[in-house]
């Protein structure tokens, strides 16, 4: 990360010492900080991409199963804005369904669309061949307009850690602190690093956040694979697993106001550019 985000994260570590957290506990937990994009409709940052717009897919793509969210341009992220190896350039086409079905499920999906490919439009409503009004008038509420990006750092949100013998989850491991740490986090996160409704890279979020989002998406993605989504085995190990992006939909959908959507893909299917093999799930607490 740039000098500029580890200056920014001094008032978290003055707040932590306040609080009476120690020092080394506080930068060992700052040691954990990973860059991230935070995309918001305003501001003064470059233009990366658009919520919603044309439904632009190369010839041999099939109509995706869950609605156009948004499009990335690879190329207009700033420079190290994330520490994915994302491609160079090219789109990023991100899919969602913001409601929950069941573990078993993906509920969203990923095209990547490399720089110089054959596109033509298609029909952003293919996905509802059932022709459910009630999804009908959801997907109209989907924002709408070009997306500005700010480089931004991320720090964990989730409270707990998942260890042997602690189903449900306990400190991290090496950070007995950890549900502090996470308040102190959520109390100087609007001053370091001001959230928007789409940000790539990071930490995962969303509204009530015990453990990571990831954990739950790797264990969705098993079950579903199990169920018989996707064309392979995917692994168990989180740690084979990257957060890829969130959108926090509630945003901007009335009925879905704490819904947020997790994509995040295995790491060698992000580095053979396997985007089809992304997994999506959703928080939502009706």
């Known amino acids: 990360m740039t000098p500029e985000m580890w200056d920014r994260l001094s008032l978290f570590l003055d707040k932590a010492i306040e609080r009476g957290i120690p020092a080394e506990d506080a930068q060992r937990w700052l040691a954990s900080a990973r860059p991230c994009a935070t995309l918001t409709r305003g ?18 793509t099939p109509d995706p199963a869950h609605p ?26 991100l899919f969602a369904f913001p409601e929950t079905e ?23 409503h293919a996905w ?27 720090l964990p949100h989730h409270k707990s850690g998942i260890q042997p013998g602690m189903p449900w989850g306990g400190p991290h491991p090496g950070h007995p602190r950890s549900e502090e740490l996470v308040a102190v986090w959520e109390s100087t996160r609007a ?4 959230e928007g409704p789409l940000q790539i890279g990071g930490y995962a979020d969303e509204e009530a956040i015990d453990n990571d989002p990831v954990t739950h998406a790797v264990h969705s993605a098993v079950k579903a694979v199990e ?23 509630g945003m901007d959908l009335q009925g879905w106001e704490s819904a947020t959507v997790h994509w995040v ?17 959703v928080y939502w607490n009706p």
């Open 43 to 60: 501001g003064d940052g470059p233009v990366v991409g658009r919520f919603g717009g044309p439904l632009l897919l190369p010839a041999d």
């Open 68 to 93: 156009f969210v948004a499009s990335i341009d690879l190329a207009a992220l700033p420079a190290d804005a994330t520490d994915l190896p994302l491609p160079p350039d090219g789109r990023l086409l």
């Open 102 to 124: 069941g573990d078993d499920e993906t509920m969203g999906s990923v095209v990547y669309v490399p720089v110089g490919t054959a596109v033509a439009e298609r029909d952003k």
């Open 128 to 154: 509802n061949s059932s022709d459910w009004d009630d999804y009908e008038a959801m997907f109209k509420e989907f924002p709408q307009g070009p997306l500005r990006a700010t480089a931004s750092v991320s």
């Open 191 to 194: 001053d370091i690093a001001p």
């Open 227 to 249: 169920a018989g989504w996707g064309d392979g085995p995917v692994s168990a190990d989180v740690s084979n697993w990257v957060f890829l992006a969130d959108w926090v939909a």
């Open 265 to 281: 893909i295995q790491r060698e299917d992000l580095t053979a550019r396997r985007f089809d093999r992304a997994f999506t799930s």
